[in-house]
């Protein structure tokens, strides 16, 4: 056989493997599997999709992880908001300072979830992290600041703790499976 058949031949072999590898990888196919067993279909599909690793996810790990860093992201923004307000009615300032605490707490539990040895304490860790939210909301709502940015951030941050711990859960009896 000549060198140019070879090559040839080799090329071609290169070309189909490449091509048959690409048409096995749809694009947020776990992602979207994985959130139509979500209670709030599009938040799961908000959060993991705003993340590129999403996109060729392969194990739920991944996207687990995704999930997890975003409501990191998010709790550390809102409690970095809590932080900068200086004035407002006195039922919010009052609340806020338990609630920054709350926050700190929220963010070091996602934080130790991530790094967890056994799958069951990431569940833990982030429901512990919904603890804290709902401690903090519990304040808001005894100062009298029910219906303040108080309780619109909390909801959120309970919305990623949901998300996450499902998450966990899913992750977990898959490991264990």
Known sequence: MSLSKIVLVYAFTVVSVIA????????????????????????CLEVLKSDARSKFAK????????????????????????????????????????????????????????????CSLIGYDIHNAGDEVRSCQAIADSNGAHDSFITARNDITQEFCGLCESLADLMCSQTRA
């Open 59 to 118: 194990v739920i790990t991944t996207l687990t992880t995704i999930a997890v860093d975003v409501a990191k992201k998010n709790s550390t923004a809102t409690r970095d908001y809590f932080l900068g307000v200086k004035t407002g009615p006195s039922a919010v300032l009052k609340s806020l300072k338990d609630c920054i605490t709350s926050y700190n707490n929220v963010i070091v539990n996602f934080k130790i979830s991530l790094n967890e040895g056994e």
């Open 20 to 43: 048959m590898l690409n048409a096995e990888q749809v694009p947020y196919k776990l992602v979207d599997s994985v959130c139509q067993k979500q209670g709030n279909k599009q938040f």
